[in-house]
């Protein structure tokens, strides 16, 4: 709050970030070739570094260029392909100048430990617990099901998982996310009905959480203090659910609270925005956010 106050619009990043643990992280290229850090290298192990730091006002994080990628993928090859975006994901991360974001999550940093190894590509995704992993996701169901149908759609969706991702968890996560998703656009329930729905199955351990209690108090009595602002899909999940139900028809004050509550704000803002998103018939995000975005939006028909 002290460097940016209340975020209402798109802001650049600021150094130093006194909560960055960058300096924990390592990664060393098995094979020159295979190099994924470039020159952003010499910012890993620093203090205080952003993990964002080079990226513009409205400019997206690495994991939702990947989801552009994919989406300019399916537009150019009509259907997802996973073992042809699996090239294209090699390629886009060992060209040097294809993003400008410092960090790059422990999942593509696993995926091309095992590349270098001698793993096949569709072999080298790894257990991981991040909701990274989920923020991509939508975007390729979507556009799969606008072409395809949803059935098609999922296979698209957990394909495009799969290739940095395995294990129950993730495959859990996503499936919450597309049921919602499905519920939405297939059925027509609004988004807080969708929500409320699936949250009374408590099919899984991810939405064993008191959403009645939670929707009664203020968003940092509960991101923060009863749920974790980090990444970590049993935290991060629920506290999407949270913001998405609380502020299902305010969409702009469910990604300013998001924002605002810290921790993994980006990955949650793309599920929080997916699930929003997709419940509306039109745009609903404020005008100056969408033409704020560096590069323009992608379309996605």
């Known amino acids: 709050v002290g460097d940016y106050g209340r975020i209402t619009t798109m802001v650049a990043p600021k150094n130093p970030h006194p909560g960055s643990i960058l300096w924990r992280s390592s990664w060393d290229s098995p094979q020159p070739q295979l190099d994924i850090l470039h020159d952003q290298r010499p910012y890993w192990g620093q203090r205080g570094i952003h993990y964002h730091q080079f990226l513009s006002a409205g400019e997206n994080t690495l994991n939702l260029k990947l989801a552009r990628l994919a989406i300019g993928h ?45 793993f096949k590509p569709g072999d080298c995704g790894s257990p991981d617990e991040h909701i990274g992993g989920v923020a991509g996701m939508p975007a390729v169901f979507l556009l799969s099901a606008l072409r395809h149908g949803f059935d098609d759609a999922r296979i698209a969706a957990m394909d495009y998982v799969h290739i940095t991702h395995r294990g129950n968890p993730i495959d859990e996560a996503c499936a919450l996310i597309m049921d919602l998703m499905e519920n939405v656009l297939r059925d027509g329930v609004g988004l807080a009905e969708a929500i409320d729905a699936l949250h009374s199955t408590q099919k899984s351990p991810l939405l064993g959480f008191p959403m009645t209690k939670w929707l009664d108090r203020p968003v940092h009595e509960v991101i923060g203090r009863r749920v974790s602002p980090a990444c970590y899909l049993d935290q991060s999940i629920p506290a999407s659910l949270y913001l998405a139900r609380k502020y299902h028809d305010r969409p702009d004050l469910a990604l300013i609270e998001n924002t605002m509550a810290g921790g993994d704000n980006c990955h949650r803002g793309a599920v929080i925005g997916a699930l929003i998103g997709c419940s509306h018939a039109v745009n609903p995000w404020p005008v100056e956010w969408v033409e704020a975005l560096v590069p323009p939006l992608p379309p996605l028909d």
Request: charged letters at 35%; a positive charge.
């Open 74 to 118: 399916i537009r150019q090859n009509g259907r997802f392909d996973r073992g042809e975006f699996t090239r294209l994901y090699i390629d886009f991360l060992t060209r040097p100048d294809s993003h400008n974001d410092t960090y790059l999550e422990e999942c593509h940093r696993n995926f091309f430990t095992r590349l270098g190894k001698g």
